[in-house]
């Protein structure tokens, strides 16, 4: 390498976060220092021991790759192949919806009380039900998803957690293909509305628009999972979904009209509804 290409990784880092800041990009200082982190083959937390490190030839090559995909919009996720959640490490990518800091809500709900199986609907990356079990060593659990791509992620990252004799997954519409009964029933469905999609940030583009949306008002899902949940939980047992910031009160409703008991809607650490949980109705008297 001569003096003229050498460049350090601190000064091959300040023109890309002005190049990322300039484009509009949230973070990007952050954004910076996980590509290049990435490119140099090391967790992010020991990026700064290399500092004044030359860059070789390969390391600032990766990094303009991955610098231009992240100028395109890619989230850094898929960039890096993976987003930390819950304290592990999920594979991603266009096949399935990235697990976001706000979903640990609907995990610690569901951790709130005992429960020896869960399902989780439209699992996509299996996020919230391997997070769930690996809080649980003697849980089962099943995924579904209508996705065949989205259940061949979650199975990897099954098998990464070490979690596959825990972890079922199969294809299902909802509720078709499920059977049986569940302490537990987790989902985070799609329920941003058609109306809303295309004030959408540029990175959810690269996300299964599936997993995203509807089609129609938001609600679509909960008014399936609300119609029979109830016939799918073991007495006793419980309902926790994922919402978005203005649906839960109707979503609270749909859970009411069909009987369910203690139901509430939980905040985000910012006040947003996120999470309505819910208490399985009461059984059918014998005739």
């Not at 199975?155 to 909802?174: I, K, P, V």
């Not at 959408?200 to 899902?221: F, I, Q, V, Y």
């Not at 609300?226 to 009160?249: D, H």
């Amino acid at each position: 390498m001569s003096e003229t290409d050498r460049i350090t990784v601190q000064a091959a880092l300040i023109p890309a976060t002005q190049a990322l800041a300039a484009a509009g990009i949230p973070g990007a200082g952050r954004d910076a220092r996980l590509l290049m982190a990435h490119a140099l083959g090391l967790a992010p937390d020991r990026l700064t021991l290399v500092l004044r490190d030359p860059l070789d030839p390969g390391a600032k090559a990766a990094f303009a790759a991955a610098l231009a995909r992240r100028l395109a919009r890619e989230p850094v996720s898929h960039i890096l192949g993976y987003r930390e959640f819950h304290g592990h490490r999920f594979e991603v990518g266009r096949d399935v919806l990235d697990p976001r800091p706000e979903t640990e809500i609907l995990v610690a709900e569901a951790l709130s009380r005992p429960f020896a199986s869960v399902l989780d609907l439209g699992t996509g990356s299996g996020a919230i039900l391997l997070s769930l079990l690996a809080e649980r060593p003697r849980a089962m659990g099943l995924g579904t998803d209508l996705s065949e791509a989205a259940l061949a992620v979650a199975r990897r990252n099954a098998a990464a957690l070490d979690l596959g004799a825990r972890a079922r997954f199969r294809r299902a519409d909802w509720w078709q293909g499920v059977d049986g009964v569940f302490d537990l029933i987790v989902s985070n469905p799609p329920y941003i509305s058609a109306a809303e999609m295309a004030g959408l940030a540029p990175e959810l583009s690269h996300e299964p628009r599936g997993a995203l949306t509807d089609e129609a008002d938001g609600l679509s899902a909960y008014r399936e999972i609300a119609r029979q949940a109830g016939a799918f939980l073991a007495p006793g047992g419980r309902i926790a979904l994922e919402i978005g910031p203005t649906q839960g009160s109707a979503v609270a409703g749909l859970l009411l009209a069909q009987g369910f008991r203690s139901v509430r809607v939980i905040p985000d650490l910012d006040g947003r509804d996120r999470v309505v949980r819910a208490d399985a109705p009461e059984p059918a008297p014998a005739s």
